[in-house]
């Protein structure tokens, strides 16, 4: 496990050397063998300066109990940093509800949030 975040730190360290399809390589080779494993690169929501790389791993229980057993997170560089799970979004969100009336409502939905509950199994 150290290994393979060993070699996550140094491509994001050296990630503005490598164009983007070289990084998408070089990422599917140091997951290779991982099942289940995706990721996704971009800024930190509330910091454009710092890199984010989140990789996904929910359906991938082992990797997730081998990553708590051996690594802390998140893992931080100088203007980087590598986390689990999927990253929060910072776009609108933005639709429309057609009414029983006919009419068209507006929808802002960039500050929603939500919960799960259960309710009758």
């Known amino acids: 496990m150290k290994e393979l975040f060993k070699n996550l730190s140094h491509l994001m360290t050296h990630r503005k050397k490598v164009y983007t399809n070289g990084f998408v390589e070089l990422m599917d080779r140091i997951l290779s063998g ?52 999927i990253p929060p979004r910072d776009w609108e969100l933005f639709f429309e509800i057609n009414t029983e009336d006919g009419q068209i409502v507006e929808v802002e939905g960039s500050e929603w949030s939500w919960v799960m509950t259960d309710k009758n199994n």
Not at 71 to 82: A, E, N, Q, T
């Open 34 to 85: 991982i099942p289940n494993v995706g990721w996704e690169l971009g800024h930190l929501p509330n910091d454009y300066g710092v890199d984010q790389l989140s990789l996904s791993v929910i359906n991938n229980p082992l990797f997730i109990k081998q990553v708590e057993d051996s690594i802390s997170f998140p893992i931080k560089g100088d203007d980087w940093v590598i986390n689990l799970g």
